[in-house]
């Protein structure tokens, strides 16, 4: 099945992803959540309370706190249900990727420097840098941890070996992409568009393709069947990256809340490292000397993004994009799905998640 793309002249205003809300995604992730707070249970004490109150803080799992969309496990349940019809043995997998996706997020706000998250104070902010670091590493523990009950629901230990090798392969990937990510940001190397793709691809992509991997190795043993989902989790991994380098520069303030950032904030992302390679000299330089502006003006923010329109930057992120889109729906379309339903709410995932 072909997937056709849509053919435009003119970029679109760009908008913030829409957020996930149906009925049947709303079990999915309220189940998941529930399967989280299973494992936290299990193993907090009256003298560890508060660690596990942070654990929730971050989470959003501390009454009506404030969540993220919970876009990683849901791609491992609906993996999982297109190959069986059903969810609900890969929850356990699906907590593992959410714990182990926030252990970053908490690590990585305190090396960004980050004060709010979700519309509040991050953990950092609120118990101190400490504590922040140790509730990280908490998370990423109860992640390994959530794989344990696997083998409660029948899965063999040799599944679930196998399954936590993923995950220790995918960890090793997001600390080498972050890695990759702060020298850059410290170092006057000159990225490269190839650079930059192999850091989104490790600490973006990876992640997200282990979560599909994840719920097709416990749906099947078929080798031919994992690859395809892993390959349709890689490539809706950098579309996403790279739908949210355009929102960064380009998206729409009305509808965000706020002024697009990424150049304010000296971000090397994708369409600002093609035009350093490819704009006119004149114009390169120029873009050098506003990102290294300490508070750059609007004057000179709007300056860098017409640089950036000038050579073709946005454009050529966009197309990127799309072609990653159209190559996620490709693979998943191929994949050999039992569950039309399920199929069809992937698709949702995709386009809901990619709007260049």
């Given at each position: ?50 660690l596990y109150e942070m ?187 790279l739908n949210d380098d ?110 260049a």
């Amino acid at each position: 099945m072909t997937t056709a793309r849509p053919a435009e002249s003119h970029p679109p205003r760009l908008y913030p992803p829409p957020v996930l809300t149906s009925p049947d995604l709303d079990a999915l992730i309220t189940d998941t959540e529930t399967e989280i707070l299973r494992v936290i249970e299990r193993v907090q004490d009256e003298r560890t309370k508060t660690l596990y109150e942070m654990v929730r803080y971050h989470l959003g799992l501390d009454r009506d706190g404030p969540r993220g969309k919970r876009l990683r496990p849901l791609l491992g349940l609906l993996a999982y249900e297109s190959l069986t019809g059903d969810y609900r043995h890969a929850l356990p997998g699906a907590a593992a990727v959410e714990l182990g996706h926030n252990f970053s997020l908490v690590h990585d706000d305190i090396e960004d420097r980050d004060g709010e998250r979700h519309h509040r104070a991050t953990l950092w902010m609120v118990f101190g840098v400490a504590q922040a670091i140790n509730t990280g590493d908490t998370l990423f523990t109860l992640s390994r941890m959530a794989l344990y009950r696997l083998l409660e629901l029948g899965f063999s230990e040799s599944k679930v070996l196998e399954l936590m090798r993923l995950y220790d392969e995918t960890c090793l990937a997001l600390c080498e992409g972050q890695f990759m990510d702060i020298w850059s940001a410290e170092h006057d190397d000159r990225l490269s568009v190839d650079f930059y793709f192999d850091m989104i691809g490790r600490k973006t992509a990876a992640l997200i393709a282990a979560s599909v991997q994840a719920g097709a190795m416990l749906a099947t043993d078929d080798r031919e069947v994992i690859e395809a989902y892993r390959g349709f989790g890689w490539s809706l991994g950098i579309a996403f990256q790279l739908n949210d380098d355009l929102l960064g520069i380009w998206g729409d303030a009305q509808a965000t809340g706020k002024e697009p950032s990424d150049l304010a904030k000296h971000k090397k992302t994708l369409p600002v490292i093609y035009a350093l390679e490819r704009a006119l000299a004149p114009d390169r330089e120029r873009l050098r000397a506003i990102l290294n502006r300490a508070e750059p003006t609007s004057a000179e923010i709007a300056e860098g993004r017409a640089i950036l329109d000038g050579c073709g930057a946005r454009e050529y992120t966009r197309e990127r994009a799309r072609t990653e889109r159209d190559e996620a729906l490709r693979r998943i379309e191929s994949a050999g799905v039992v569950s039309p339903e399920a199929l069809d709410r992937l698709r949702l995932i995709v386009v809901s998640a990619i709007s260049a």
